[in-house]
């Protein structure tokens, strides 16, 4: 486990030339044949998936696909999982803000949501369907995972002691580019969306903890903030100094 301790002695929020940033609200359409994921702010930018085999496809501007059956809003997507039938996709269902850090907010995952991808499962012999049901049962577990916390404008898994050795222009790049592989929880995850460049809707995320109190210092008002930080390469609790 590593730990970040940050403090701030005024509310003001940063400004964000050249920063990177996220799309924060999605919209899933469900369609017979398909998921729709795309920004509510640009329609034109997301990706479909197809609901029989899991392959996944960018939009385009000239995409029709009709009306969808469903419409809901997510806060993100995880990432995708292959078994042995099909794909399952890892979506943000309901988040809730709880402080920020340098400034930008910081979310902790409240439900998160498989969306089957499966259809070829049907066509399957008795002995797959019931292996599929087992590892699909396993991932309901990874559903109410405790303790998992992203930002959409900022990277979470680098230490103030590193961030201040970072090049100039850093921030500029893809959040997922700027994080610590070691402290991504969701990075196997995201192997798919990293590789159609889907750069605008890959979430990294910590499993930790965070907690930040107010101060009042000589009668100025200050924030001090601790997040930690769990490493995915190591069982159990570790310090890193």
Request: glycine share 6%.
């Amino acid at each position: 486990m590593e730990s970040s301790i940050s403090s701030s002695l005024s509310p003001s929020s940063p400004s964000s030339p050249g920063r990177f940033k996220l799309c924060e609200q999605l919209e899933l359409q469900e369609f017979q044949d398909k998921y729709v994921i795309k920004s509510a702010e640009s329609p034109s930018r997301g990706f479909s998936i197809s609901r029989r085999g899991g392959d996944i496809e960018p939009l385009n501007e000239d995409d029709n696909f009709g009306s969808p059956s469903k419409t809901s809003t997510i806060y993100g997507v995880v990432g995708t999982i292959r078994l042995l039938a099909g794909t399952y996709l890892l979506v943000i269902t309901s988040r809730k803000e709880v402080g920020n850090f340098l400034g930008f907010p910081v979310f902790r995952i409240m439900s998160m949501k498989f969306l089957s991808c499966n259809e070829a499962l049907k066509f399957s012999t008795w002995q797959e369907k019931k292996d599929e049901a087992y590892f699909m049962n396993l991932l309901k577990t990874v559903e109410s995972t405790p303790g998992l916390y992203y930002s959409y404008e900022t990277d979470l898994t680098v230490n103030l002691q590193r961030r201040s050795k970072l090049a100039e222009g850093w921030m500029a790049k893809p959040i997922w580019k700027q994080a610590d592989p070691r402290f991504v929880w969701n990075r196997n995850l995201l192997e798919e969306l990293i590789e159609f460049k889907f750069d605008e809707f890959i979430i990294p995320i910590l499993q930790g903890s965070f907690g930040a109190v107010q101060l009042n210092v000589k009668g100025s008002h200050a924030t001090l903030t601790l997040l930690s930080r769990r490493c995915t390469r190591r069982l159990g609790i570790n310090i890193f100094s």
